[in-house]
């Protein structure tokens, strides 16, 4: 089977309630919850750009916070394209959440 763009937005096209279904799993969740429990280790910190000043500032729950804005902005951008190529959005979603999902599984066994 020959990888393509074309075939990627068609499976895409056909399968996105599974990829907004894997990024919520992923990114909402996967990292939330490694986050959280990274966060109690000793030595280790939010690094993130956006997370980590709220973060320091609000506490830990501010990251709930962040991520149901983000999910907002993903939702609307994904609702606001008129292509098929709109399964970018959840896709790269999904995507991020599996690898730092991944990263936080790492720096946790690390501490």
Do not use: H
């Amino acid at each position: 089977m020959k990888l393509s763009l074309e075939g990627v937005i068609e499976w895409g096209v056909a399968n996105e309630r599974t990829l907004w279904i894997a990024a919520v799993v992923l990114y909402g969740v996967g990292d939330t919850a490694t986050t959280f429990v990274g966060l109690s280790a000793d030595g280790v910190e939010e690094i993130g750009p956006v997370a980590g000043p709220l973060m320091d500032r609000y506490g830990q729950c501010s990251l709930v916070g962040v991520k149901v804005t983000l999910f907002g902005a993903f939702w609307m951008l994904w609702r606001t394209l008129e292509t098929t190529a709109r399964v970018a959005v959840p896709m790269a979603v999904a995507l991020v959440g599996a690898l730092v999902t991944v990263w936080n599984l790492l720096v946790i066994l690390a501490a």
